[in-house]
């Protein structure tokens, strides 16, 4: 294989829904993305993004809930914006030498793990002495 040849165009989370109209209500409307595919009333099966990064939605197939999605941020101001909107909090932000975090639930409680660079002037979580 060359190791120029890039092969691997991207790579999307597939999460698990339990209704793909409400899930898509739930991703546009409440957390900000947009739908770029399907969603349709026959629909098993859509995309949406933010800011150039996708997540496929599915009923019916794949995997169950819940599932795990990482989203690398640039700054923590969606904390904010989605605890404002309601959206249900699983973990409240913590720094870690590895990143600043929070994760939020779907309503099929598929956790999307946010975060951030870690905060270099703040105490770190796995070095913290108990």
């Keep these: 294989m060359?190791?120029?040849h890039r092969q691997i165009?991207?790579?999307i989370p597939v999460l698990p829904v339990s209704?793909?109209?409400?899930?898509v209500d739930?991703?546009?409307?409440?957390?900000?993305?947009?739908?770029?595919?399907?969603?349709?009333?026959?629909?098993r099966i859509c995309s949406?993004?933010?800011d150039?990064?996708?997540v496929m939605l599915s009923h019916g197939f794949g995997?169950?809930?819940p599932q795990w999605v990482w989203i690398g941020l640039e700054d923590e101001t969606i904390f904010q914006e989605w605890r404002e909107a309601g959206v249900t909090v699983r973990q409240e932000p913590k720094n870690w030498t590895w990143g600043y975090e929070m994760k939020f639930e779907d309503p099929d409680r598929n956790v999307l793990w946010v975060g951030t660079e870690p905060k270099r002037d703040q105490p770190y979580e796995d070095q913290t002495n108990d």
């Design 26 to 43: 739930f991703y546009t409307r409440i957390l900000g993305f947009r739908l770029d595919w399907g969603g349709e009333d026959a629909s």
């Design 2 to 4: 060359d190791p120029g």
């Design 19 to 23: 209704n793909l109209t409400g899930s």
């Design 52 to 54: 150039g990064c996708s």
């Design 9 to 11: 165009e991207n790579t």
């Design 63 to 65: 995997a169950s809930s």
């Design 48 to 50: 949406v993004s933010r």
